[in-house]
């Protein structure tokens, strides 16, 4: 393929320190952890010896050669890094901080040695609100870091509840956005989908992270936070082709009164897809669920992700490349509508973006 005049910009791809595979190591091995939806991904990623999951725990840890080689192989010129899920979620706080702490210095190295390649989310330890607005302002303003990765429940407890609510202050005071991720489903959610094996990335993530944000929705967040930024993958995890019948039924909730959860809100639960919420397409390069998504919520509104190293797959950027849009919808779909978000800096060297080869 010819140069396509565009960088290819990937927002959700992956990365986990060797310290956070220790730590879930020791979960699992003391059946400590209480989360049936990790012990199962995780014991699945760190302990079987098949090929997939030998290739993604090695790439999860590389931040060098490998992942830059990967990056060209596909013709990807720059990756949005973010700790891998469940990231913090499942370890105790005083862990939870350390790991976050870890994690964003590394990032941050990573992307001041490759400033062109590399731009990264910042880890949090969610469930010390406190601490996570004290690490957010450093990693934001001390480290560079564009953005927060939230890896959705954190032991089943969802960030509509209140006491999560600095957070989501400081990202907008701070003008980051919140990158929701999927994770496993919580254990009261879990059994019927993992006795039927759907409870990971075929069904189960999408089931969980579309709850979750359209809790985040009709909690009011947006209202709250007018200015908040909120990103998330899988072509938003499903709620596009449900926003019809979404909006009919708050609307029919909120006359009835039937639960107080459900209270008026500023906008239609369908607009604030077109206010505060950006999808990418990370393991989701398919044609008419790409162009169905960009009619519905806007084509300003979706951008491109790979969901590196977990689905790699080099002719998914040859399948994007090709959709049915202008040079300048490519253009805005591949870059320009991730740089605006994430803020990202302008590139130092000189040369066209990458052509892209499947030689590798």
Known sequence: MTDTGYRRIATEEAY???????????????GSSGDRGFESLMGFYLGSSAPKPVAVRRRLQDL????????????????ILA??????????AA????????????????????????????????????????ELDRAVGDLGLRGI???????????????????FEAAEDLGVPVYLHPNTPNNEMIGPLQKSGLDGAIFGFGVETGMHLLKLITSGLFDRYP??????????????????RIDYMHAAQVAAGRYDAIRPLQRKPSEYFRHNIWLTTSGMPWQPAILFAREVVGADRVMYAMDYPYQFVAEEVRAQDTLPISEEEKKAFFETIATDVFGLRTPTTAGAPHSLSLGS
């Open 83 to 92: 700790l891998t899920s469940p990231g913090t979620n499942v370890l105790d």
């Open 149 to 167: 990765i939230a890896n959705s429940h954190i032991a089943g407890s969802y960030l509509d509840e209140p006491k999560y609510q600095p957070i």
């Open 16 to 30: 986990a320190p060797p310290e956070l595979f220790d730590l879930y190591r020791r979960l699992l091995d003391s």
């Open 227 to 244: 200015k908040l930024k909120l990103v998330v993958g899988h072509l938003g995890e499903a709620l596009p082709y449900w926003l019809h």
């Open 64 to 79: 060098g050669d490998e992942r830059l080689a990967d990056m060209d192989a596909t013709g990807i010129d720059h990756q």
């Open 95 to 134: 862990a939870a901080r350390e790991i976050a702490t870890v994690t964003n210095d590394r990032l941050a190295d990573a992307c001041r040695r490759h400033p062109d390649q590399f731009s990264a989310l910042a880890a949090l330890p969610l469930q010390d609100p406190d601490a996570a607005v004290r």
